[in-house]
């Protein structure tokens, strides 16, 4: 029993040490944001939520508090952005990242209680919408005439969506919970972490941008809506192809 533990506590240390560099890498270079037209989704907070959906609350906290320490010292170091000061406070930089972790998993678990047989519905609806949308954005795309790098991520994402849609209609695996972990991870960074902007930056936050404070809201609420929503998508599509594949090397 000993044995099998301490290889258990191997395994999660070992998991939140490669995705915790996979975290950083992702902070650190161009891989870390996905072109899809008309924004550039992040995708560093995915690494998280595969860890906690895969080992567990602690696992995925760990690799949250990476992230977040990687988000303030890269403010801190690089200052890129106009309103990179707002990640300078580590309520906005870490603490969202942590509870990445948390939720993602606690949603995951709970989902998993559901029947099956209403999992197994729900999963199908899953893929068919967001396989629609994704065809949606590249009739977008492709209208628009947005570059090739634009088209290429989003026929990948496709592609990848459609795959994982014929698997749930032949496969008794139920992709739901996984899911739902993934896209309440997602938004947890999103909601948080643009919320924590608003109540303490504002106005700082406005005048960085150059745009008047009456707007603020509206402002911040546009963000939240044109990149957490396509970066939740992409968190479901990655995370559930990862999550996966780790269990069918595992079984």
């Known amino acids: 029993m000993n044995k099998i533990t301490a290889r258990n506590k191997n395994r999660k240390l070992v998991i939140a ?64 952005s106009p309103v990179a000061f707002v ?40 893929w068919g919408i967001v396989t629609l949308l994704l065809i949606l954005l590249l009739v977008k795309d492709i209208r628009t005439g947005a570059s090739t790098i634009n088209i290429t991520f989003v026929v990948i994402l496709l592609a990848l969506c459609i795959g994982l849609f014929i698997y749930s209609l032949k496969s008794n695996e139920i992709d739901f919970p996984i899911a739902i972990g993934a896209f309440i991870g997602s938004m947890t960074n999103t909601i948080l972490v643009l919320g924590g902007i608003y109540l303490i930056y504002a106005k700082r936050y406005v005048e960085a941008l150059n745009i008047p404070m009456e707007s603020a809201k509206s402002a911040i609420l546009g963000v939240s809506v044109t990149s957490g929503i396509p970066e939740a998508i992409i968190s479901v599509i990655v995370t559930t192809a990862v999550i996966k594949a780790l269990k069918s090397k595992r079984s």
């Open 17 to 80: 040490s490669m995705l915790g560099a996979i975290t950083i890498v992702l902070g650190m270079t161009p891989l870390g944001l996905i072109p899809l037209g008309f924004i550039n989704a992040t995708t560093m907070h995915i690494p998280v939520i595969i860890a906690a959906i895969a080992e567990g609350p602690i696992v995925g906290a760990l690799v949250g508090l990476i992230f977040g320490i990687s988000s303030l010292l890269n403010a801190i170091l690089k200052n890129a």
């Open 87 to 126: 990640f300078y406070n580590p309520l906005i930089s870490i603490v969202p990242r942590v509870l990445i972790g948390i939720t993602s998993y606690y949603s995951y678990a709970s989902m998993k209680k559901v029947k099956d047989k209403n999992l197994k519905v729900l999963t199908k609806i899953l």
